[in-house]
């Protein structure tokens, strides 16, 4: 594959600051959903609710996706862009004070209603960031860039727990604080984009990123699969991170606040590792058999995760880590390549997808309770088989 500028094209235009600017929204949001864990077992303690209840923590987030995902993408079709990152650092900002009166009111459903609004403010973000991305420089770019910039969010992920378990274990409890300073940061960050031109991409400019033309959206194989295999992706790492604790605990005799620090370093550290070097390594190979090669391995891993309970089992879920890493960019960025004029609204369906989130932990955790913790990561190995057959496929889904 040819070397390219990564946010260069090749009449010399760049798009440095944007690309930077946008980068550290994945940041944000990657902070947003790591600190939810943390956030889940302080309620459990602290308010004295039920797993059950406090799983509410997750499902209005993952909500706001479903129900937001659509209303941002008309907002993105019709202003553009920036105002869709603007709708959503005012939203993510709003709903992180929230849990100032929060802290006063100590009521459950009031904090679920703050998170509801990061949800939505997050779902804004993700529908203008991840297109955003694929189209600051030349098409055959776009798969680095994105692992690129979802290599910060890895970041996050690292970062999330850690403050959030200071503040709220070490801290004494204190719920209100980590929000308040992510608030007031969003919202500072939002007027800085509010004061920066930020080079909106035009149809033109989208058409020659995405490689398609005027044909419909649903008719497009790559997108339609591509919209199943990110729904398949996301409800795989949602349930591989929730569940993590409990076989480290229940399969490989290992302490829960050990296996804790294992998942923050060791886990998410390989993640974050794997999008920057996915993003090299697409220097010189395509993106879908760079997916290939991954969907192959987080398959072997699960398999082995399943069939090999303990120590052994828990190294290969460790290394699940790597091999999902460049997933979720590259199925996106792969889903939009071939969508033409519909970018906006097809990034509008994907972000959507995000809802698998939500279901694979409440599957893993039936066939948990009545099987075994090992054998509930069937779920995600059928989910990485599926994207492995997409991945494969992709050069005759494009067709």
Known sequence: ?????????????????????????FFLWGVAHSILDVLNKHFQDTMEI????????????????????????????????????????????IGALLFIPGGRIQSFEFFL?????????????????????????EPEGSERRI????????????CGPLAGGFFLFAGGGDVTTPYAVLGTLVLLIAVIFSRVKLPEIGQEAEE??????????WKTASFTVGLLSLFLYVAAQTGINSFFI??????????????SVWLSF????????????????????????????????????MAAVILLPGTIGWYFLLLCFLCE???????????????????????????MSIVGGAIAPMLMGFIADHVSMAVGFIVPLVCFAEILWFAARYKKLSK
């Open 266 to 301: 060791g886990g998410m550290g390989l993640f974050m590792a794997g999008r920057m070097g996915g993003s090299w390594i697409m220097r010189f190979v395509k993106g879908e058999k760079v997916l290939t090669t991954c969907a192959t391995g987080a398959f072997i891993c």
């Open 50 to 93: 039920t797993r059950t209840r406090s799983a509410l923590i997750q499902a209005v987030v993952y909500g706001g996706y479903f129900v937001m995902a659509l209303p941002a993408g008309r907002i993105i079709r019709r202003f553009g862009y920036r105002t869709g990152v603007l709708t959503g650092l005012v939203l993510y900002g």
């Open 325 to 351: 890493s460049i997933m979720f960019p590259t199925i996106f960025s792969l889903s939009l390549r071939h969508v033409g004029t519909h970018t906006k609204q097809a990034s509008s369906y994907l972000i």
């Open 113 to 137: 209603l703050a998170l509801f609004v990061i949800g939505c403010g997050l779902t804004c973000l993700e529908t203008a960031s991840n297109p955003y991305v694929t189209v600051l420089g």
């Open 1 to 25: 594959m040819e070397k390219i500028g990564l946010v260069r094209t090749r009449d010399g235009r760049s798009f440095l600051v944007p690309f930077i600017l946008i980068t550290s929204l």
């Open 147 to 158: 692992n690129l910039a979802q290599s910060f969010n890895g970041l996050g992920w690292i």
């Open 246 to 259: 409990n076989y480290a605990t229940e399969n490989a005799g290992i302490s829960a606040q050990k296996a």
């Open 208 to 217: 020659k990123g995405t490689q398609g033309n005027d044909t419909s959206l």
